[in-house]
């Protein structure tokens, strides 16, 4: 039975793919290589590493002051329109269905954690989880390994893997997931869709309630 759901952020819980997509146009810009990306287009290509699909969008590796622009530039651009993004829509709704069931929660972020702290507290919502663990360093390019922050977490709170489960919008947060030993179902509400979803092999929902309610049965 599960106890514990650990949420990916930007792109589950938050509605932020259309900045998304706005900051990498930006970045590319930046470095003279303008491109015409739409969350539908970008949802086809977006994968992790990030540089992997800035490099096939130029067609040829970037050198490290090109990165660094980028990275910069995106960080800038994203940052700037956080005011205007939202929680997905059934974001309330299933945190608090799995509440209302006994289930807690607790964030895992390759965002930069500072950034996703002051902007979950800025929802009002902090108080939801029990974790909430981003990068520490975007710039850097330190990303925390989301299977061991799992581990930690579950080890914290006392529950063991198969007592949690990850509910994320990329086919990585199932890899993490199933690393960590915990159930996976993963949502095309972000940077994915669902079409290659489905191709990867692990369960999908509809919507975040949907995925809260496939997890607990």
Request: a negative charge.
């Amino acid at each position: 039975m599960v106890r514990h759901i650990v949420w990916d952020w930007n792109g589950t819980l938050l509605d932020d793919t259309p900045a998304t997509v706005r900051a990498a146009m930006a970045g590319l810009n930046a470095i003279g290589h303008p491109v015409d990306l739409t969350v539908e287009s970008w949802r086809e290509i977006a994968t992790r590493p990030l540089h992997d699909i800035y490099e096939r969008l130029v067609g040829s590796p970037l050198n490290l002051d090109q990165w660094k622009i980028v990275e910069d530039v995106w960080l800038e651009t994203y940052v700037s329109s956080l005011s205007t993004v939202s929680l997905n829509p059934t974001a309330l709704p299933a945190l608090d269905e799995a509440a209302s069931r006994g289930i807690t929660s607790s964030i895992v972020s390759l965002h930069l954690e500072t950034e996703l702290r002051a902007h979950v507290e800025a929802l009002g919502i902090a108080d939801r989880f029990t974790h909430i663990r981003g990068s520490q360093d975007m710039g850097a390019g330190i990303r925390p390994s989301k299977a061991d922050e799992v581990d930690g977490q579950l080890a914290d709170l006392g529950i063991r893997p198969d007592e949690a489960a990850m509910i994320g919008d990329m086919a990585d947060d199932g890899r993490e997931g199933v690393e960590a030993g915990v159930h996976v179902v993963l949502v095309p509400t972000g940077d994915t869709s669902k079409r290659r979803l489905v191709a990867s092999g692990f369960p999908v929902a509809d919507s975040l309630l949907d995925a809260v309610r496939v997890v607990l049965g």
